[in-house]
């Protein structure tokens, strides 16, 4: 075999090699996918979606309800007022006929008043012709017969006697006829003050009729303003309800808007992190390619190795050890190049982090250049640890994404960056900390940092720095909690380590 075509295919092995070893890399990778800590699964959110619609129209069906309730009150409202408007039309018409009697009894108690005047003078005038009857009778009594019989006999003829006594008589029909027209006078009067007595009294119980009817309508007309109040109390409190049900609706339907956008978060990592499986399982097809060719080529050069050390020529063999030496030593020199890009790869994914610990499960060292575990995965406290603690790594420590993929939620904000007893409530215990979703089975959180150096929907790689070392959340003291979940369950992170 020639010196080129030996350092040709020596070239060929050593790139296949690199292929091969690349290749093998993406062939134990594993897919993966999870929605740990507080994220939430497809199915989660789905069945949240469906109580809050389930939610949004039992509310709707209540809104309804209350809608038909308030146009039932306005329609009662309509009525009460209704009934209110007549009501004070007929207080109205009680009002003005109280007012008429009132008019009437005023008038008809002045005729009285006028009446007892009137009874009065007669009264007083009937005294006076009483006595001055009274004062003739008693002189006529004093007097006796003589008097009437000197008059007579003092005529000095027939005539003057028939014109006396006709004078005496007049005057005594006169005084009768004076008493018997005051009398009537006074009977008249007692009988018109009888009548209008009688009419004021009709007038005073028509009064207490109409005054009876005017407090009735007045009662029935408060009662139906209570009534309304009553109603507008009830509406007003139906809005506050439809108010407060309106909200409710809109809170939901907010939350269902945050649900499909995280959905549609989580569905575009997964979509991600499946392109990211496929593009990494074609590598390794092609890298178990590349395998089959370089069998095939090493397999080609023994047989031609054989046919060479059977021919015995010294010349051959000469060039044979010549090219053998250039080729170990452009092997050497290819090695040690593959060995420093590797490197540079290394510390140029990490940040210049560190080294990367080896992966024997197909995750990288979330911590490297620290090893040692401060608590390991299952129970601690009568609890069960659901990931691992990785120590010894200073504050500040580079953490590393342990495989790649998409982060999907990132939480920060915590400043209790110091050991502690108890939690401070940040991040659910967590403190600051980072998930990454890598494909539809696996997820990685890294928990307690002290700060975050990516952001979510960011897409990572393996050993890419994602954080560092803190003790924010419920941490004793400085270190990475490292969880992995298959399924949305906690499992072991050693076993994939």
Known sequence: MSKKKHLSLRFTSALLCMTI???????NWTPIRDIPVSAKTLAELQEERKSNEKKIAEKQKELDSLQSDLEEKEAYQKTLQEKITLQQSNLDIVSQELDRIAQSIDETTQAISQAEDDIKVMEADIAIGLDEFKMRL????????DSLASALVGATD????????????????HDNQLVNDLKDKLETCNAKKAELETEKSDLESQQEDQQAKKEEFK?????????YSETDEAKEQMQRQKEQLNGDVATLEENNKALDAEEDQIKAAIAAAAEAEK??????????????????????????????????????????????SNSQKDNSSSS????????????????????????GGGFTWPCPGFYTISSTFGNRWGTTHGAIDIAGGNAGAAIVAAKGGTVVRVVTGCSHNYPKSGSCGCGGGYGNYVIIQHDGTYSTLYGHMASVAVSAGQTVSAGQTIGYVGSTGFSTGFHLHFEVRVNGTKVDPMKYL
């Open 158 to 173: 027939f005539y003057d006697l028939l014109s006396k006594y006709e004078l005496m008589s007049r005057v005594a029909n």
């Open 219 to 227: 009662a029935a007309i408060e009662d139906l303003q209570q009534t």
């Open 336 to 359: 040690s190049s593959s060995n420093s890009s590797s490197s540079s790869s290394s510390d140029s994914s990490s940040d210049d982090s560190g080294s990367v610990a080896p992966s």
């Open 138 to 145: 008693r002189a006529m009594y004093v007097q006796g017969n």
């Open 21 to 27: 070893l690349t290749g093998g890399m993406a062939a």
């Open 279 to 324: 593009k990494k399982r074609e590598e390794a097809a092609a890298a178990e390619e590349a395998k089959k060719k370089l069998e095939a080529q090493k397999q080609q050069q023994q047989e031609e190795a054989k046919k060479n050390q059977s021919s015995g020529s010294s010349s051959s063999s000469k060039n044979d050890n010549t090219s053998s």
